[in-house]
C-alpha cells in the first residue's frame, strides 16, 4: 500500500510541476497567498474551457496546497497519469479532478475526498478535449462518462475500485 500512494504521490508532484510549467508561458504570476474566492474564480474560468484555460490551474492548484480541501489520488482513477497520452492532455485531466473535489468541498460543503466530483469535472474537461484531439481514445473515460449518464457513476467508481 506504501508503494503504491508513494508512486501515486510523485506522479502527482510531477503532473504538478508539468501543469505549472506549460502554464507559465501564458499564465500571470500566481499570487503568494491565495484565497479561497480567487482560487474558486480561477476554478470557474479553467472549467469552461479546459485547454484554453490551463494557465489558472496553478492558482486553484497552489490554494490546495493549504490544506483546506484534501483530495485523495488513487491511482486507479487518475489512471491516465500513468499512459503515455500527450502531456497537455494529462494536465488538463489531472487539473479538472482537482478542481472538481475543490468545488465540492468548498460549494457543496462536502468534508474530504469527492472522487465522485472529480470524476465528473475530469469527464467534463475530457468531453471539451476531444474535438481537439480526435485521434485519442481513453476507453475508461467515456465508459465512465456512459456511466454518468445513466446515474450510475458512484457504482462504477466504486467497482473501479474493488480488489
Not at 490544506?67 to 502531456?87: E, N
Not at 468545488?103 to 467534463?124: F, M, N, P, W, Y
Not at 475530457?126 to 484531439?133: G, N, R
Amino acid at each position: 500500500m506504501a508503494g503504491k500512494f508513494t508512486k501515486t504521490l510523485v506522479a502527482s508532484l510531477l503532473m504538478l510541476s508539468s501543469i505549472c510549467a506549460l502554464a507559465a508561458t501564458t499564465s500571470a504570476p500566481v499570487p503568494e497567498v491565495i484565497t479561497q474566492e480567487q482560487a474558486l474564480a480561477a476554478w470557474d474560468r479553467f472549467r469552461q474551457a479546459p485547454e484554453q484555460q490551463l494557465r489558472e490551474a496553478p492558482t486553484f492548484l497552489k490554494f490546495m496546497q493549504r490544506g483546506t480541501v484534501h483530495t485523495v489520488l488513487r491511482s486507479d482513477l487518475l489512471f491516465w497519469m500513468y499512459q503515455p497520452y500527450p502531456q497537455d492532455v494529462q494536465a488538463v485531466l489531472y487539473a479538472a479532478y482537482m478542481g472538481g473535489n475543490l468545488d465540492s468541498q468548498l460549494r457543496g460543503k462536502r468534508q474530504g475526498d469527492d472522487a465522485e466530483a472529480g470524476i465528473s469535472a475530469t469527464l467534463d474537461a475530457w468531453a471539451q478535449l476531444k474535438p481537439t484531439h480526435p485521434k485519442l481514445d481513453i476507453k475508461q473515460l467515456d465508459q465512465w462518462a456512459e456511466a454518468r449518464r445513466k446515474g450510475q457513476l458512484a457504482s462504477a467508481l466504486a467497482q473501479r475500485a474493488a480488489p
